[in-house]
T-cell receptor, first 109, second 115 residues
Framework: AQTVTQSQPEMSVQEAETVTLSCTYD???????LFWYKQPPSRQMILVIR??????QNATENRFSVNFQKAAKSFSLKISDSQLGDTAMYFC??????FGGGTRLMVKP | DAMVIQNPRYQVTQFGKPVTLSCSQT?????MYWYQQKSSQAPKLLFH???????NEADTPDNFQSRRPNTSFCFLDIRSPGLGDAAMYLC??????????????FGPGTRLTVL
């Protein structure tokens, strides 16, 4: 069975600074997808970024990028130039089937 | 331009009274998922459909059933809701199983209260 672990229940960052959210996972599959989702207080889950396991290049979407270490089964999310609107719960997910426990990110003005 | 619609947004039911939550999509995605999310917790997958193929998670209680009459609609039936079933229920879609390379969309959720 796949498991996803987010070791940071809560984090905070000053506006305009950079923050990294950690995620580790366990899977026996060789090809899979990893996702970071954002869930603001309104609770609509939104896809932030995805990574295909067979691609070595780290995915990037504007201010969001990942550090994907397949051998280490690590998939961290880096948010650059943090904005107040980035305040939310962030979930790491393996495929769309298993989610980590979430990290609550607070961006402070 | 809502793409994944969940009705109702808020549902109140009584202990033991059956309830049905609905989800519809305008994306023509093959896969539809139902998740249960309790307060401050991660979404927990209950089951998913790949086209008409139903996939139940091993630890999903028998109390939870689902129907997908066509590509656009999927229903979650809770046959005898207990207090522990109070949660947000999220519906999601994707073109391919496990998300694939295509965008996934979540609905806004239905918050279920059990009295």
């Amino acid at each position: 069975a796949q498991t996803v672990t987010q070791s940071q229940p809560e984090m905070s960052v000053q506006e305009a600074e950079t923050v990294t959210l950690s995620c580790t996972y366990d899977t026996s599959e060789n090809n899979y997808y990893l996702f970071w989702y954002k869930q603001p207080p309104s609770r609509q889950m939104i896809l932030v970024i995805r990574q295909e396991a067979y691609k070595q290049q780290n995915a990037t979407e504007n201010r969001f990028s990942v550090n994907f270490q397949k051998a280490a089964k690590s998939f961290s999310l880096k948010i650059s130039d943090s904005q107040l609107g980035d305040t939310a719960m962030y979930f790491c997910a393996h495929n769309m089937l298993t989610f980590g426990g979430g990290t609550r990110l607070m961006v402070k003005p | 331009d809502a793409m994944v619609i969940q009705n109702p947004r808020y549902q109140v039911t009584q202990f033991g009274k059956p309830v049905t939550l609905s989800c519809s999509q305008t994306l023509n995605h093959n896969v539809m998922y139902w998740y249960q999310q309790k307060s401050s917790q991660a979404p927990k997958l209950l089951f998913h459909y790949y086209d008409k193929d139903f996939n139940n998670e091993a630890d999903t209680p028998d109390n939870f059933q689902s129907r997908r009459p066509n590509t656009s609609f999927c229903f979650l039936d809770i046959r005898s809701p207990g207090l522990g079933d109070a949660a947000m229920y999220l519906c999601a879609t994707s073109r391919r199983l496990a998300g694939g390379a295509d965008t996934q969309y979540f609905g806004p959720g239905t918050r279920l209260t059990v009295l």
